[in-house]
Nanobody, 124 residues
Framework: QVQLVDSGGGFVQAGGSLRLSCAASGGTFSTYNMGWFRHAPGKEREFVAAISWAGSRTQYIDSVKGRFTISRDNAKNTVYLQMNSLKPEDTAVYYC?????????????????WGQGTQVTVSS
């Protein structure tokens, strides 16, 4: 069973950048597909980005395409979310998630393992 620890959140002005990290332990990281989700106050937790176990496939929600990049380093057991051109509507708690399946998945229910979350706040 894999354990996930999210980090890298913070407070940034609109147009700024942050890089989130998710460190995994307790499992064979390179066999897990990874995802990033976010949860804003008053909204449902939503999919942001996902990457396949080898890093060959990625998927993004439309609102972050061209601004966010998901990547992974299997040697470091870490997945990243580079967030550029941040907007106030990106403000949320961001969570990484992991599971083993045969395709990149975008639903909350598809992932069994979750990090504790890291707060991202973007001011206008």
């Amino acid at each position: 069973q894999v354990q996930l620890v999210d980090s890298g959140g913070g407070f940034v002005q609109a147009g700024g950048s942050l890089r989130l990290s998710c460190a995994a332990s307790g499992g064979t990281f390179s066999t897990y597909n990874m995802g990033w989700f976010r949860h804003a106050p008053g909204k449902e937790r939503e999919f942001v980005a996902a990457i396949s176990w080898a890093g060959s496939r990625t998927q993004y929600i439309d609102s972050v395409k061209g601004r966010f990049t998901i990547s992974r380093d299997n040697a470091k057991n870490t997945v990243y979310l580079q967030m550029n051109s941040l907007k106030p509507e990106d403000t949320a708690v961001y969570y990484c998630a992991a599971d083993r399946f045969d395709a990149v998945r975008t639903t909350v229910s598809a992932y069994r393992y979750w990090g504790q979350g890291t707060q991202v706040t973007v001011s206008s």
